[in-house]
């Protein structure tokens, strides 16, 4: 069974996107070993400086870096210049990536200032979700059901339909 890691810098703070997030992980199950790791989000001014915000990413870049650790593993990072993939393209990197015998799916959800140039070089793919813009506190839960909708996907579930 695949173990699939969100990585995520911050917690929810609305109880209906936790909501949200639980009902999708108790639904994925079946299908892999879920785990959730959020790390603290550093804490910045009303506007800050491009240094302050590079000093940040820095600072949850290492944090992240740690976890990713051991060659078994295929690291996603999710960033708004990444590749976009369909739901059925997400579906087939999920089961090429299992087939291809990596035992861990890494997830990585940075903070709203995005993930730092150096977790991204250890990132496997670059994925975005789209062009448009969404809340930040909603990537967590747009990613949980893609991928339960890629596990669907891959054992021919009536959900995607």
């Known amino acids: 069974m695949l173990n699939i890691n969100i990585i995520t810098v911050g917690k929810l703070k609305e109880a209906y996107l936790r909501d949200a997030c639980a009902e999708y992980s108790k639904r994925l199950g079946g299908f892999c070993k879920l785990n959730i790791t959020e ?35 295929y690291n996603i990072a999710m960033c708004i210049e990444g590749k976009q993939l369909s739901s059925e393209k997400l579906a087939e990197k999920i089961e090429s990536i299992s087939v291809d015998g990596k035992s861990r799916l890494n997830f990585i959800i940075g903070s709203s200032f995005g993930i730092s140039e150096e977790v991204k070089s250890l990132a496997d793919l670059r994925l975005s979700m789209s062009e448009m813009t969404f809340p930040h506190q909603l990537a967590r839960v747009m990613l949980l059901e893609q991928i339960y909708r890629s596990f669907q996907i891959i054992n021919g579930g009536k959900y995607h339909k």
């Open 39 to 73: 790390l603290p989000e550093s804490r910045l001014p009303d506007n800050p400086s491009e240094k302050e915000i590079s000093s940040a990413l820095s600072h949850e870049g290492k944090a992240i870096a740690d976890l990713l650790s051991g060659n078994n593993s």
